[in-house]
């Protein structure tokens, strides 16, 4: 297949991206045990795959073309446009909507980091704000905003693949957390965590963790 792509080859701005995208993951999910380190090596390459796919060599398109015959289509670089044969215009939308649930993912996951520090300088059980809605708002914001970018946005065969495997390693190591948790506070935890979801509330529960304002 003989197809270029306007915006491919851009590997300065994929690196920049990579770049930003690494810093804000290290810098807020500041990782300590092994594990932890371990987790977010699985997302730096989710990040990496993600924007050299993005900006870089747009390698899920090739392989689809040469093993499935997409090359029939009218393609460009953006899996869902090139699917849905809506072109500009299909790229746009899932720019649109990925980028929305990128907004929204940072959004829970910076003021679960927020809630959480507050809580721990003042030595209490995080259990107010986001979570009354969810006992993990920050993996909650993490998994949507990755969906939304890696999915929605810019599916690519490698995002696709290592986005369950983040929710996996992040759901366990959620559950070692939650043993150091109760350690600490005891009962009062496991009355909490048989009160609220780890990560997925019902829709009620949904409504008041996007409507939630700080204060």
């Known amino acids: 297949m003989k197809q270029e792509f306007a915006h491919s080859g851009a590997w300065g701005i994929a690196i920049i991206m990579i770049i930003i995208a690494s810093w804000f993951i290290y810098r807020f999910l500041a990782p300590k045990s092994w594990r932890e380190w371990a987790s977010a090596g699985v997302i730096q390459a989710f990040i990496i795959a993600l924007y050299a796919e993005m900006y870089g060599f747009p390698l899920t398109i090739y392989l689809a073309a040469r093993f499935f015959?997409?090359?029939?289509?009218?393609?460009n670089a953006n899996l869902w446009s090139s699917l849905v044969g809506m072109g500009e215009l299909g790229m746009l939308i899932?720019?649109?909507?990925?980028?929305?649930?990128?907004?929204?993912?940072?959004?829970?996951?910076?003021?679960?980091?927020?809630?959480?520090?507050?809580?721990h300088k003042?030595?209490?059980?995080?259990?107010?704000g986001l979570y009354s809605v969810v006992r993990h708002p920050q993996y909650t914001g993490l998994f949507i905003g990755l969906f939304g970018e890696g999915v929605v946005h810019w599916p690519t065969l490698f995002s696709?693949?290592?986005?369950?495997?983040?929710?996996?390693?992040?759901?366990?190591?959620?559950?070692?957390?939650e043993k150091k948790v109760i350690e600490t506070f005891g009962d009062e935890y496991l009355r909490y965590s048989q009160q609220v979801p780890a990560f997925f509330p019902g829709f009620s529960q949904w409504s008041r963790m996007l409507s939630y304002k700080k204060g």
């Open 69 to 75: 015959g997409l090359d029939r289509l009218n393609l």
């Open 94 to 119: 899932s720019m649109v909507l990925g980028y929305g649930l990128l907004i929204v993912g940072i959004g829970l996951f910076m003021q679960g980091w927020r809630e959480l520090h507050r809580a």
């Open 122 to 128: 003042q030595n209490k059980l995080a259990t107010t």
């Open 160 to 177: 696709i693949m290592l986005l369950p495997i983040i929710i996996l390693v992040y759901v366990l190591l959620a559950k070692r957390e």
